[in-house]
């Protein structure tokens, strides 16, 4: 009997544990980087434990300085603002930047204002490289529900969504096929761009790198529902691991 009650008592511990665990499973913890723009600067959130492929992929190309003296060339009003695909070198056109290799989708989170997710070829869900953008609306209905969904793998912070709304604000011109929705400031039609007119980023840089510095942070999940879909963050699939578990260490202990 003692030793029953023993086992009991045990498994009540490892419960209470694995309880614990599942209750943090579905909080998106958080690296915190920040985009320096000719207009401002942004600080993201990036949720490394939930989305770990994508948020190291972006940590690669900023350890590496990719991102410096890119620009946002893409900005379509009520939808989404893009960047990370080009380098300006003080000439036009810009220089297309170097990626490295594709990262596979995570499409856990929803693409609701204020989230940071990457760009893919149309019809490939796994092939994201560089490019990403922030979503200026609530684009879940539209984005998440096509290509596989688009992975959102960060949040803007504080007024960050402000500076993003104020390069929103510019006109835009049609230059060339990949810079026809690039947005401009003070800019005369007819004449190359210049570092005065383009909305340059001038350095993304880490401001803090523990995983666990935005914990409270409980963004929405996904809605997709594509056939084969997980429309769960995560809990549904912990509580079925959390259930395997318990009753493993029940034939354990019975033996």
Known sequence: MKKFITMINQSKITLALLLTLGLT????????????????????????????????NFLN??????????????????FILQGGGF???????????????????????????GTIAYAKLGGQPNSATSQWF?????????????????????????NGMDIIDSIVALNTYNLTPTFAEIPL????????????????????????????????????????TEPGSNTS???????TVLLMMLLTITRIRKK
């Not at 909080?27 to 993201?44: Q, Y």
């Not at 529900?145 to 992975?151: I, K, L, P, R």
């Open 87 to 113: 380098i300006y070198d003080s000439s036009w056109p810009p220089g297309t930047l170097q990626t490295n290799p594709t990262v596979n989708n995570e499409p856990i989170y929803s693409n609701v204002r």
């Open 233 to 239: 963050s995560g809990g549904g699939s912990f509580g």
């Open 134 to 158: 922030f979503n200026l609306v609530n684009n879940g209905a539209n984005l998440d529900n096509q290509n596989g969904g688009f992975t959102v793998f960060g949040e803007v912070m504080g």
């Open 61 to 78: 190309y900023i350890t590496a300085g990719s991102y410096d003296n890119t620009l946002f060339h893409r900005s379509i009003n009520g």
């Open 185 to 224: 400031q003070n800019y005369t039609t007819g004449t190359d761009p210049n570092d005065t007119n383009i909305i340059l980023i001038t350095s993304i840089d880490i401001i803090d790198s523990a995983v666990n510095t935005a914990s409270g942070l409980n963004p929405p999940a996904t809605t997709r």
């Open 25 to 56: 499973a579905n909080i998106a913890n958080a690296t915190i980087v920040r985009i320096e723009t000719s207009l401002g600067s942004i600080d993201i959130n990036l949720y490394d434990e939930t989305t770990p492929a994508s948020v190291a």
